[in-house]
């Protein structure tokens, strides 16, 4: 980890497109200043671990949502061929010989 000392009114660049400001020092806070392009996110660490989280929970209930779509339509799929006759099963390709 870099550490860099700066007092207030003083800015770090990271990159070539983003400056740190040191906005105001007051007792044990420190205000600052971020300057970034639009695409770059700028979140807490608190927010940016949270966000995180709440991906990682939407992901997994879209993979357990996706596994029942699975199953059910597998077993939708089973009937309808039980029912009609397996009449929607695939019919052999036709071959050159044929």
Do not use: C, W
Not at 50 to 64: D, K, P, T, Y
Not at 73 to 82: D, E, I, T, Y
């Amino acid at each position: 980890m870099l550490v860099l000392t700066r007092k207030s009114e003083e800015s770090v660049i990271v990159g070539s497109t983003i400056e740190v400001k040191v906005l105001q020092i007051r007792g044990d806070q420190v205000s600052l200043g971020f300057s970034a392009p639009k695409d770059i996110s700028v979140h807490r660490k608190e927010v940016y671990d949270a966000l995180q989280q709440e991906n990682i929970e939407a992901v997994n209930r879209s993979s357990q949502d996706l596994e029942r779509i699975k199953l059910s339509l597998g077993k939708q799929l089973f009937r309808n061929r039980a029912t009609n006759g397996n009449r929607h099963a695939a019919a052999p390709l036709a071959t050159e010989d044929q």
